[in-house]
């Protein structure tokens, strides 16, 4: 059952935010809802796994990088 319900927050945590930022074409509105979700994908990881500190912070960057890649210049 928790993997069940793991594996449903971390599609949709990777899902949600991907067709916002498809839909949402102001900057300002699409850096908060990286950050938003980027905060909710690192609470589910703390909360609901057993990983230390140093996993957590390379999890939410490896999270981060598709979704900042195409804001660079």
Do not use: D, Q, W
């Amino acid at each position: 059952m928790v993997r069940l319900l793991i594996t449903v927050l971390s599609s949709s945590l990777l899902l949600i935010p991907t067709v916002l930022l498809f839909v949402i074409s102001n900057k300002a509105a699409r850096l908060v809802i990286i950050a938003v979700f980027t905060l909710l994908f690192g609470s589910v990881l703390a909360v609901l796994t057993r990983a230390k500190r140093h996993e957590i912070f390379a999890a939410v960057a490896a999270y981060l990088t598709p979704f900042l890649s195409p804001l660079s210049p």
